[in-house]
């Protein structure tokens, strides 16, 4: 899929997502939110190669800022330091309360030692969807309990990515304030020390002191 259809694509997810609403279905809404991070995560796998195909044109040339930038870890990292801490109980540390989470058909272990590494949270989601679609036989509390988590985890995530947050971009217009007032009180500087070079020549009639003057249509006249 191209980029176009990627972004389609997590459209109709979320158009999914906010149907599922009304159904209170814990599987069906961590279904929902996993396809969007699916699309998600393919999403920036072809911005990474875009940047590293800019990067190797301009060689040497590249700008420090052309460099990749995974959108995904810092929606999580937003969400952990803005929505998680703030919630009781914290979705991250009853996640980590619950791990090691298995996966014996694949003989998978996976266990959360610190729960701001995002991409140990997402291997553990990527195992409860592995364990919800194909290994787990028998909906326990445990289980119901871990989906309820990973929805409250994901749907930060997905929302701040998607923009309904706005804080995922890695340049804001708002950090260039500090640099404008700065050039534009260089140009008064300027202005005030070397303006009358620029506004003195032999065009303008100097009067002088103490001279009362009135325009007349051609000129300036002393009287």
Not at 66 to 83: D, L, M, W
Not at 138 to 155: D, H
Request: hydrophobic share 35%; proline share 4%.
């Amino acid at each position: 899929m191209d980029k176009k259809q990627l972004k389609e694509q997590l459209k109709e997810h979320l158009n999914r997502l906010e149907s599922n609403k009304s159904t209170f279905d814990e599987r069906a809404t961590f279904e929902c939110l996993y396809d969007c991070l699916e699309a998600m995560k393919a999403l920036q796998k072809i911005e990474d190669e875009e940047i590293n195909f800019l990067k190797k044109k301009m060689g040497p040339y590249a700008y420090p800022q052309v460099s990749t930038f995974n959108k995904i870890g810092y929606a999580f990292n937003q969400a952990r330091k803005n929505s998680f801490s703030k919630m009781n109980p914290n979705p991250l540390m009853e996640l980590k309360k619950l791990s090691p989470f298995e996966n014996n058909a694949r003989d998978e272990r996976i266990e959360i030692i610190y729960e701001d590494n995002f991409e140990t949270i997402f291997n553990v989601l990527r195992l409860i969807r592995n364990n919800l679609r194909h290994g787990m036989k028998e909906y326990t509390e445990r289980s119901k309990q871990i989906i309820n988590l990973a929805n409250k985890i994901l749907y930060q995530v997905v929302l701040i990515y998607n923009g309904d947050i706005k804080s995922q971009e890695s340049f804001k217009v708002s950090s260039l304030v500090p640099y404008i007032g700065l050039i534009l009180l260089g140009a008064l500087m300027f202005f005030y020390l070397f303006g009358s070079l620029f506004l003195d020549s032999d065009d303008v009639q100097k009067l002088p002191k103490n001279c009362g003057w009135q325009y007349t249509p051609d000129n300036v006249e002393c009287w």
